[in-house]
C-alpha cells in the first residue's frame, strides 16, 4: 500500500512545477532515466500510445512519482526519528 499524500506534499510539489513546468518536467525526464530507467521508458511509451497529450501525460506520472518519493523519504526519516 502506497503512503498518503501529505497536503503540504502536494503544495510544496506543485509549487515547484508551477514556476516553469517544461523544465520541472525535462529535469524529471533525467532524474528518472538515472534512478529507475525502466520506469521512465514505460512513462514515455504510454505518453507517446495514447491519445492524450504526451507532455501533460508524462508531467503526471513524473509528478506522482515526485510526490510518493517525497512521501517516502520523509517516512523512512521519521522512522530513523524514532
Known sequence: MQP?????NVEKVVSEILK????????MI???KNENP???????????KTDLDPKA??????????LLENETNYMAFEDEQG
Open 4 to 8: 498518503l499524500i501529505s497536503i503540504e
Open 20 to 27: 516553469d513546468t517544461h523544465s520541472w518536467r525535462k529535469g
Open 30 to 32: 533525467h532524474y528518472i
Open 38 to 48: 525502466e520506469l521512465n521508458t514505460a512513462i514515455i511509451e504510454i505518453a507517446q
Open 57 to 66: 501525460t508524462a508531467l503526471g506520472a513524473y509528478m506522482a512519482y515526485k
